[in-house]
Each structure stands twice: as C-alpha cells, then as structure tokens.
Nanobody, 122 residues
C-alpha cells in the first residue's frame, strides 16, 4: 500500500515550465509503475505519461511528447513530471498514480493522489 501527494502546480504563461512532484509514503516508488493523468473541467481524465516499475521505460501521450518528461527520484521517493513549453490546453488538474504496470488506462492504477492544479495562460 502506498500514499501519494502531488505538489508543484501553479499558474504559468504559455511557453513556460513547471515541475510537478509526487511524494510516496508507505512504499517506495521503485515498487510501482508511476503515471501522470490530467483532467480539465467537463472532460474525462486522460493519460499524460508513465514510467515502468523495474527498468524506468517511459511512455507519453502524443500531445505532450517532446515537451514533458517523467522520471523517478528514488533518493527522495518521488515521481516527477517536468513540463516545458506549456500550452493553454495543458490546463488541468494533474494526478499522480501508482500501479503494477505501465499503462495508459486509469483502471490500470491502484493508488491515486488528490491532484494539483496547473493553469497555463495565453
């Protein structure tokens, strides 16, 4: 069992950068595949990025590929989402998730944080 807490959200201008962190407790992030999802008002929660449990392989949605980077900092027991070249359409609540495999589907993850708001202005 693991508990997750996101931080680092905020307001940035288009083209700016933001770094989101997901602090884990109870278990290490190395025990799980970690994913980031986002949800805008009135929209379904959508996949952003994920990193595998064992080897650290990564996958990204087409909309963020080349702009976002997911990683694990095992020393700090956190998962990180570095977001660069932000666009207004990136505005959403971003959620951290932990699961047994690196998947694009929300149902593939067992544990979720409460989310952190990211707002990108034009």
């Amino acid at each position: 069992q693991v508990q997750l807490l996101e931080s680092g959200g905020g307001l940035v201008q288009a083209g700016g950068s933001l770094r989101l962190s997901c602090a884990a407790s109870g278990r290490t992030v190395s025990s799980y595949a970690m994913g980031w999802f986002r949800q805008a008002p009135g929209k379904e929660r959508e996949f952003v990025a994920a990193i595998s449990r064992i080897y650290g392989n990564t996958i990204y949605s087409d909309s963020v590929k080349g702009r976002f980077t997911i990683s694990k900092d095992n020393a700090k027991n956190t998962a990180v989402l570095q977001m660069n070249s932000l666009k207004p359409e990136d505005t959403a609540v971003y959620y951290c998730a932990a699961g047994g495999a690196m998947l694009r589907a929300t149902r593939g993850y067992d544990y979720w944080g409460q989310g952190t708001q990211v707002t990108v202005s034009s």
